[in-house]
């Protein structure tokens, strides 16, 4: 009995023990990354895109260059091309509760004899980049050989997670309305099907049944998916957590759908509703989604970055024409009050953090010829308007580039033409002569034009040494307007 006493009051001191070191260790971790922060030598790097935009693959690629600087091709990056970099550490995040990045498993496989590309997100993870570097000499000091680390914090996270952001400013019933505008009209009309009868169907007043919920529930998540999954993937697809949940502990969160009928009630007939009504109750689960799953991701993710990547698929959407860029251009639009643009300096930045760099890049830029990237950023432009203009107007202006995080293709000669060559999943040598990337396509457009151009999915290249970096186009442009001026 004592035997057994003194065994229970050892393990709870131990784990007392081991929960105080945690603490303390997590606290001094916490002061040292204030401090590189009041130093100007710690930023926060937000890798921001739409589902399946590139984001795991630039931020892979992104590591695997700077680890590889020294054989890597990063002459745009200044400290490289100074030589003033004299080596790259990759660290885990300070916040121990946020999982590692997993570079390993994701250069791996672009690196394998028959490669393939990262796995889709389910979850937050993140990661250190500590840049060890030389000052650049200065008229006082011109041969300095002092050196100095600088640390990029990077985060990833599934794309879907973005679009819950927009929701923190938009109640329930407005959210309802803004389905409702959008269910009405193709290409969602014919995705949803005898679902939006059914939604019309119910009367938000009526008592709510709890099975006939979850059932309109579960098709409302199958009509995502298709929304997202289809041959033409859609870009406004909201709530995020339906598809991409990650580790959710309370399910009932994600069991509400949007009432298409609550626009033909007044604002005070709704807030009279009764309690076990479907308004109230999907309206409290919208709430407490809100609050605990869109908030949180807003506070843990995008608060604190310094320096903002916006990556966008703008190929993928002008293939699958007029609608669909729209249906981006609005997505983009929406996500983009999220961002707080404006000049910053160290002490603000610990309190009131803002994003004072921003580069907008069009993605995955090996699949069009190099002579129409300047189109594709054209058309980025147009797609990233809003916010484009808004950083612009907080004293931030923005970079536009067109990047590939892997270089999948390579550029030939085809009759005269300028065409792409690569490999598809299977191994097999593709390649094509694509039709010239129009700069500008004008809004509410009926004209398809780019349906018809089937685009071959390249699969990463096959490289003949692994210990090379991957290809990649403009990485180092896109890392030298990002953290170049905090490199000397
Ligand atoms: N050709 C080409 N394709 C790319 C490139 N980057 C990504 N892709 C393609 O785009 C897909 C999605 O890339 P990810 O990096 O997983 O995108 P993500 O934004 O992390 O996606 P989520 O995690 O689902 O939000 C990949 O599976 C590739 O098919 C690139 O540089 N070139
Ligand atoms: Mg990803």
Same mark, same amino acid.
């Given at each position: 009995?004592?035997?057994?006493?003194?065994?229970?009051?050892?393990?709870?001191?131990?784990?007392?023990?081991?929960?105080?070191? %945690?603490?303390?260790?997590?606290?001094?971790?916490?002061?040292?990354?204030?401090?590189?922060?009041?130093?100007?030598?710690?930023?926060?790097?937000?890798?921001?895109?739409?589902?399946?935009?590139?984001?795991?693959?630039?931020?892979?690629?992104?590591?695997?260059?700077?680890?590889?600087?020294?054989?890597?091709?990063?002459?745009?990056?200044?400290?490289?091309?100074?030589?003033?970099?004299?080596?790259?550490?990759?660290?885990?995040?300070?916040?121990?509760?946020?999982?590692?990045?997993?570079?390993?498993?994701?250069? =791996?496989?672009?690196?394998?004899?028959?490669?393939?590309?990262?796995?889709?997100?389910?979850?937050?993870?993140?990661?250190?980049?500590?840049?060890?570097?030389?000052?650049?000499?200065?008229?006082?000091?011109?041969?300095?050989?002092?050196?100095?680390?600088?640390?990029?914090?990077?985060?990833?996270?599934?794309?879907?997670?973005?679009?819950?952001?927009?929701?923190? %400013?938009?109640?329930?019933?407005?959210?309802?309305?803004?389905?409702? =505008?959008?269910?009405?009209?193709?290409?969602?009309? !014919?995705?949803?099907?005898?679902?939006?009868?059914?939604?019309?169907?119910?009367?938000?007043?009526?008592?709510?049944?709890?099975?006939?919920?979850?059932?309109?529930?579960?098709?409302?998540?199958?009509?995502?998916?298709?929304?997202?999954?289809?041959?033409?993937?859609?870009?406004?697809?909201?709530?995020?957590?339906?598809?991409?949940?990650?580790?959710?502990?309370?399910?009932?969160?994600?069991?509400?759908? *949007?009432?298409?009928?609550?626009?033909?009630?007044?604002?005070? !007939?709704?807030?009279?509703?009764?309690?076990?009504?479907?308004?109230?109750?999907?309206?409290?689960?919208?709430?407490?989604?809100?609050?605990?799953?869109?908030?949180?991701?807003?506070?843990?993710?995008?608060?604190?970055?310094?320096?903002?990547?916006?990556?966008?698929?703008?190929?993928?959407?002008?293939?699958?024409?007029?609608?669909?860029?729209?249906?981006?251009?609005?997505?983009?639009?929406?996500?983009?009050?999220?961002?707080?643009?404006?000049?910053?300096?160290?002490?603000?930045?610990?309190?009131?953090?803002?994003?004072?760099?921003?580069?907008?890049?069009?993605?995955?830029?090996?699949?069009?010829?190099?002579?129409?990237?300047?189109?594709?950023?054209?058309?980025?432009?147009?797609?990233?308007?809003?916010?484009?203009?808004?950083?612009?107007?907080?004293?931030?202006?923005?970079?536009?580039?067109?990047?590939?995080?892997?270089?999948?293709?390579?550029?030939?000669?085809?009759?005269?033409?300028?065409?792409?060559?690569?490999?598809?999943?299977?191994?097999?040598?593709?390649?094509?002569?694509?039709? *010239?990337?129009?700069?500008?396509?004008?809004?509410?457009?009926?004209?398809?034009?780019?349906?018809?151009?089937?685009?071959?999915?390249?699969?990463?290249?096959?490289?003949?040494?692994?210990?090379?970096?991957?290809?990649?186009?403009?990485?180092?442009?896109?890392?030298?307007?990002?953290?170049?001026?905090?490199?000397?």
């Amino acid at each position: 009995m004592i035997r057994k006493t003194k065994d229970a009051i050892n393990s709870l001191s131990r784990s007392y023990l081991d929960k105080a070191s %945690n603490f303390v260790s997590e606290q001094t971790e916490q002061m040292s990354t204030t401090l590189e922060r009041l130093n100007d030598r710690r930023i926060c790097l937000g890798i921001t895109g739409l589902s399946q935009s590139g984001k795991s693959t630039f931020v892979t690629s992104l590591i695997d260059q700077l680890i590889n600087y020294k054989t890597s091709s990063l002459s745009g990056f200044s400290p490289v091309l100074e030589k003033r970099l004299m080596g790259v550490k990759l660290l885990p995040l300070s916040n121990k509760r946020i999982a590692n990045f997993p570079y390993q498993a994701s250069i =791996a496989g672009l690196k394998k004899p028959q490669p393939n590309w990262p796995s889709s997100t389910t979850d937050i993870s993140g990661c250190v980049l500590e840049l060890k570097l030389q000052k650049t000499a200065t008229p006082l000091n011109p041969f300095s050989k002092e050196n100095f680390s600088l640390f990029i914090e990077i985060r990833d996270y599934p794309g879907e997670w973005l679009l819950d952001l927009p929701l923190r %400013n938009m109640d329930y019933a407005r959210w309802c309305g803004q389905c409702s =505008a959008q269910f009405n009209r193709e290409p969602r009309k !014919q995705i949803l099907g005898d679902l939006l009868l059914d939604l019309q169907n119910i009367d938000p007043m009526d008592p709510v049944n709890f099975e006939v919920l979850a059932e309109l529930q579960k098709r409302f998540v199958s009509f995502l998916e298709q929304c997202k999954a289809g041959e033409h993937p859609l870009s406004l697809i909201q709530p995020g957590r339906f598809l991409m949940p990650g580790q959710i502990e309370d399910k009932t969160l994600l069991y509400f759908v *949007p009432l298409l009928k609550v626009g033909s009630f007044t604002d005070g !007939q709704l807030e009279a509703a009764p309690e076990n009504s479907y308004f109230k109750v999907c309206e409290k689960r919208y709430k407490d989604y809100i609050k605990q799953l869109a908030e949180p991701f807003y506070k843990d993710f995008f608060s604190g970055i310094d320096r903002q990547v916006v990556l966008v698929d703008v190929i993928t959407a002008l293939n699958s024409g007029p609608l669909y860029l729209d249906d981006m251009r609005q997505a983009l639009s929406n996500i983009s009050d999220s961002f707080s643009y404006g000049p910053q300096n160290r002490i603000m930045q610990l309190f009131t953090p803002k994003i004072d760099k921003v580069v907008f890049a069009a993605t995955k830029a090996d699949q069009v010829v190099s002579a129409d990237h300047s189109s594709l950023v054209k058309l980025l432009e147009s797609l990233v308007d809003h916010a484009y203009k808004t950083a612009q107007y907080e004293g931030v202006p923005p970079t536009t580039e067109a990047v590939a995080g892997v270089r999948s293709s390579i550029e030939v000669e085809h009759e005269g033409d300028a065409a792409l060559s690569g490999f598809d999943t299977t191994g097999a040598a593709i390649g094509y002569v694509h039709p *010239p990337i129009p700069a500008f396509i004008a809004k509410n457009t009926t004209d398809q034009g780019f349906k018809d151009w089937n685009i071959p999915k390249f699969n990463p290249p096959i490289l003949p040494d692994e210990n090379q970096a991957v290809p990649h186009i403009r990485l180092d442009s896109v890392l030298n307007s990002l953290v170049g001026d905090k490199c000397s």
